[in-house]
């Protein structure tokens, strides 16, 4: 039961993510990765990681992918006309992965290594263990990502003033 | 598989119970909210059919259900035929994480199973906060797909206004969590039992959440698209913003999200600030094997009293222009809403058992 639900997700991710790419209309696009996205959920809820799921769906689906849409309805694009020279890049990049994988696969047979779940405590949530992780083990690189994200958002309040600040 | 099934059944029964009871609700609050707005405009609302107009829900949706439906030319038809389902889903999706009762386990047949829930996840909260930002698209892609330019604005506005408030009302929330301790929505419930005094909007003990209850109000409001925030669909400039173009079923579909979150919203308001299925008083309780009768009978009084607080900011308010929306949301609320998480940690700490 479990391999069959991994399956159907491991599927859908890998249909739907290539759609992202190939389908021509962005709106399309980005419904792909919407599909995507809660596949990927679902993968995270099948671990155990109820929080991550959930958190999966509210910051990527619910909040970026929507930004995404929003630009793209206001500027309307109906099909992507230009057509970007990447042949010879996407060639190497694909050959590249493609190599990787055949010999993973070859070199590790075929059977597929079920995941291992997260530990199932019946004492302490999934959210308590991964608070608590964050804020003792992983505390420096939680700290370092906040601070990435502040200099981002200083960078864009910065942008979006430029304008403002020049014209004064 | 005998328990299997049993289980199947079971939850299968109580998912109709609960979609039952809302999408009645719902047909009600549709009466509900023209008699309560004719009261305060001093007039009389639907008289005509049947005894004092009771039956306008049936007539509205026997209208609704045989109208044409109508696909104007150059939309796109799938998106199109899309977004009335992607709104009307997460709004419904909800209630399956909302206890309206006590917290009881009943053995059926070896299975165990809880009445007054439909399902009690350990991350009941942050289930329905990503539901609801699902609802958002439903929104964005129905004003696009309809290729009209009234549309396509009342969804760009829409999309801003949902980021926007979807923020105040999980940074909202966040107060409540902490005092609670668990996102779990049971959990928070029994967190509160004993008394309205225990409540987390007037608990006075670490601090009361009311503040953070009048921004998760307001938010919430944004959030379901009403007046004084009913930009999305402004009518006085944008015909019927995002669904300009529906008819028909597509039409009632949207209809029925906009009630049907109204009643996700103030049941959450219900078991977040107010308690839950918990009697204001001890005493109002029904003790021992009645208490449902009782803690039913106080969460349906409660989610009335918010849905006739919809109505009645609906009658009171003028609509927000476009640019104060925005500057109210992130410049007002988004910064007292921080301001109570600070203020609410550090006394969570101070006092830990309060």
Not at chain 1, 101 to 124: C, H, Y
Not at chain 2, 18 to 35: I, N, S
Not at chain 2, 46 to 69: I, R, S
Request: hydrophobic share 55%.
């Amino acid at each position: 039961m479990a391999t069959f639900v991994f399956l159907y997700f491991a599927a859908v991710i890998v249909m739907a993510a290539s759609l992202v790419v190939v389908v021509r209309n962005p709106i399309y696009s980005a419904l792909s990765l919407l599909v995507m996205f809660f596949h990927v959920a679902g993968l995270y809820v099948t671990l155990h990681a109820e929080f991550l799921a959930a958190i999966q769906i509210i910051v990527y689906a619910g909040a970026i992918l929507v930004l995404y849409l929003f630009v793209v309805m206001l500027l309307n694009v109906k099909r992507e006309e230009q057509f970007n020279r990447q042949g010879p890049v996407a060639l190497f990049l694909g050959v590249a992965l493609l190599t990787e994988a055949v010999l993973l696969t070859v070199s590790r047979g075929f059977t597929v290594g079920t995941p291992e779940p997260g530990r199932e405590e019946a004492a302490v949530g999934n959210t308590e263990s991964i608070g608590e992780l964050l804020y003792s083990t992983y505390l420096f690189p939680f700290e370092i990502a906040s601070l990435i994200l502040l200099v981002a958002m200083i960078g864009a309040v910065i942008l979006s003033k430029k304008g403002i600040m020049e014209s004064q | 598989m005998f328990d299997t099934s049993i289980k199947l059944a079971l939850t299968l029964s109580q998912i109709g119970a609960v979609m039952g009871v809302v999408l009645l609700t719902v047909a009600v609050l549709t009466l509900l909210e023209r008699k309560v707005l004719s009261w305060m405009q001093d007039r009389m609302g639907p008289m005509e059919v049947g005894p004092y107009g009771v039956l306008q829900p049936v007539a509205d949706g026997l209208k609704l259900f045989f109208k044409e439906d109508i696909i104007p030319a150059g939309a796109n038809k799938i998106m199109f035929s899309l977004a009335p389902i992607l709104v009307l889903v997460p709004a419904l999706i909800g209630f399956a994480v909302i206890p309206f009762g006590p917290n009881w386990t009943i053995d059926v047949m070896g299975v165990e199973f809880k009445p007054f829930v439909i399902s009690d996840i350990n991350i009941g909260v942050l289930y329905i906060l990503a539901f609801a930002s699902i609802g958002a698209y439903g929104v964005i892609l129905g004003g696009w797909a309809s290729n009209s330019k009234y549309s396509l604005l009342g969804g760009l506005r829409s999309a801003a206004q949902l980021i926007s408030y979807e923020l105040n009302v999980g940074l909202a929330i966040v107060g409540v969590l902490l005092l609670a301790g668990s996102l779990s929505l049971v959990e928070i419930t029994e967190a509160q039992a004993g008394g309205f005094w225990n409540w987390f909007a007037f608990d006075p003990l670490p601090f009361p959440q009311f503040i953070a209850f009048v921004i998760f109000l307001i938010a919430s409001v944004a959030e379901t698209n009403r007046l004084p925030f009913d930009l999305p669909e402004a009518e006085s400039e944008l015909v019927a913003g995002f669904f300009t173009e529906y008819s028909g079923m597509r039409f009632a579909f949207f209809f029925m999200a906009e009630y049907a979150n109204m009643i996700l919203v103030s049941c959450m308001s219900t078991v977040l600030f107010f308690g839950g299925w918990h009697a204001p008083l001890p005493f109002l309780q029904a003790p021992g094997p009645f208490a449902w009768v009782t803690g039913i009978f106080w969460f349906t009084a409660k989610v009335y009293f918010f849905l006739f607080l919809f109505f009645w900011i609906r009658a009171t308010l003028p609509r927000l222009r476009y640019d104060q929306l925005m500057r109210f949301g992130w410049k007002v609320l988004l910064p007292i809403a921080l301001g109570n998480i600070v203020v609410t940690s550090l006394l969570a700490y101070i006092f830990p058992n309060g």
